[in-house]
């Protein structure tokens, strides 16, 4: 079983729609947990970072912690062509960088 | 601010011939991680350097191997390829725990 599972999508969505991105992961152990967002042919940019349970929000963007059911999710509302990336969940342990586990990533298509 | 930068952006490669991509990491950045990403996969880590030291690497083989200099730039070298290796590598770096900030990476093709 992976660490950390991601739906690969590819999800396409009208312009305006909310958007639901989710992960699953199995290591109870984990404690940070983040979304990046990857342009093509570009790094990974970090969007999203929580601690622990909760929710966060930034703008059009809402993630959720939910570490009970060990599951997380990113909301994007009224999603924009410029929102069309793969969304890469990551999630780490509590010392360091190098105990990141990323998802797969979710294709992200908005349509004008 | 110049961001973390790669090069070469492309590489190509034969079996068994020798890779080295290059990182420079954020002014004031001491760490430097690298990832791999290959098609289908998430992103893998490989190798963490920090202060010129290796600090952790992850579940590769030895021919994987890097190295950090005292400007806190960062070489990752690949000997000995394999067709299997054709992935994006990509390169971080970090003021602190957990906060990454990554480059455009460096495509590698192994034919």
């Known amino acids: 079983q992976k660490e950390v599972e991601q739906d690969p999508g590819p999800l396409s969505v009208p312009e305006g729609a909310i958007v639901s991105l989710n992960c699953t992961y199995s290591?109870?152990?984990?404690?940070?947990f983040m979304w990046y967002r990857q342009y093509s042919r570009k790094g990974p940019e970090l969007l999203m970072y929580?601690?622990?349970?909760g929710n966060k929000e930034d703008g059009r963007f809402t993630a959720q912690v939910d570490k009970s059911s060990k599951y997380i999710s990113l909301f994007i509302r009224d999603s924009q062509p410029s929102d069309s990336a793969t969304y890469l969940c990551?999630?780490?342990?509590?010392?360091?960088?190098?105990?990141?586990?990323f998802g797969t990533g979710t294709r992200l298509t908005v349509i004008p | 601010e110049a961001g973390v930068t790669q090069s070469p952006t492309h590489l190509i490669k034969t079996r068994g011939q020798q890779a080295t991509l290059r990182c420079s990491p954020i002014?004031?950045?001491?760490?430097v991680y690298w990832y791999q990403q290959a098609l289908g996969l998430g992103l893998q880590f490989l190798l963490w350097?920090?202060?010129?030291?290796?600090?952790n690497r992850g579940n590769f083989p030895p021919r994987f191997s890097g190295r950090q200099f005292p400007n806190y730039s960062s070489e990752l070298n690949v000997n000995a390829l394999e067709l299997e290796d054709s992935a994006l590598y990509l390169c971080?770096?970090?003021?602190?725990?957990?906060?990454?900030?990554f480059g455009a990476g460096s495509r590698l093709t192994v034919l």
């Open positions: 990551a999630m780490g342990l509590q010392t360091g960088a190098n105990n990141l586990f």
């Open positions: 290591n109870s152990a984990f404690q940070y």
């Open positions: 929580t601690y622990s349970s």
């Open positions: 002014s004031g950045h001491t760490s």
């Open positions: 350097y920090d202060e010129g030291e290796e600090r």
């Open positions: 971080a770096s970090a003021p602190g725990a957990n906060v990454l900030t």
